[in-house]
Antibody, heavy 124, light 108 residues
Framework: QVQLQESGPGLVKPSETLSLTCTVS????????WSWIRQPPEKGLEWIGY???????TYSPSLKSRVSISVDTSKNQFSLKLRFMTAADTAVYYC??????????????????WGQGTTVTVSS | DIQMTQSPSSLSASVGDRVTITCRAS??????LNWYQQKPEKAPNLLIY???SLQSGVPSRFSGSGSGTDFTLTISSLQPEDFATYYC??????????FGQGTKLEIQ
């Protein structure tokens, strides 16, 4: 079955750029959409954005000026870059597969496969 | 952005209880509503999509209902493995696909 694994630095300095990669195994990345979600310590989930296999992206308005998501189909990976990191960006970062479920004549989006998450701390 | 509000924020219950969690959207989202379960130190797991459709492999004691702005997740008979935090998420309008703040279900 499809599995996702995040990788990247656990510690980032303030003002630097976070770079995370999600490796997809057990299936092709050339289908579905691929999302990043984060969860600050003891808080809820925040959707960051996603990329389709076509390369088109959609980002959360609150992060849009600092974030970019890209895909490398040759490596079956997609990546997140978040610029100008601050302490408020400290969180567990998850990658996830998004898919459209056909139901009752409509299509409904949900994230059905998740990575285990990687903890990112912003500190000097 | 569409705001999602869950109630209660926390809930204590016993094995075998019937439990209901509520999620309210700040505007109508039809049935574009997902529910996720998250256990400590684990990634979320999709339980229900389209407000009431059970994701493959999810036990039938979980059910969802609602449309428009008001939704519920019901667990018909709590099992020990169900104690977790539950999140709703709207998939009607992006960006962003907003989540509720979560409901922590604890053992009484």
């Amino acid at each position: 079955q499809v599995q996702l694994q995040e990788s990247g630095p656990g510690l980032v300095k303030p003002s630097e750029t976070l770079s995370l990669t999600c490796t997809v195994s057990g299936g092709s990345i050339s289908s579905y959409s691929w999302s990043w979600i984060r969860q600050p310590p003891e808080k809820g989930l925040e959707w960051i954005g996603y990329i389709y296999n076509s390369g088109s992206t959609t980002y959360s308005p609150s992060l849009k000026s600092r974030v970019s998501i890209s895909v490398d189909t040759s490596k079956n990976q997609f990546s997140l870059k978040l610029r100008f990191m601050t302490a408020a960006d400290t969180a567990v970062y998850y990658c996830a597969r998004g898919r459209w479920f056909g139901e009752r004549g409509n299509y409904y989006y949900g994230m059905d496969v998740w990575g285990q998450g990687t903890t990112v701390t912003v500190s000097s | 952005d569409i705001q999602m509000t869950q109630s209660p924020s926390s809930l204590s219950a016993s094995v075998g209880d019937r439990v209901t969690i509520t999620c309210r959207a700040s505007q109508s989202i039809s049935t574009y509503l997902n529910w996720y379960q998250q256990k400590p130190e684990k990634a979320p797991n999709l339980l229900i999509y389209a407000a009431s459709s059970l994701q493959s492999g999810v036990p039938s004691r979980f059910s969802g209902s609602g449309s428009g702005t008001d939704f519920t997740l019901t667990i018909s008979s709590l099992q020990p493995e169900d104690f977790a935090t539950y999140y709703c998420q709207q998939s009607y309008s992006a960006p962003p696909y907003t989540f509720g703040q979560g409901t922590k279900l604890e053992i009484q």
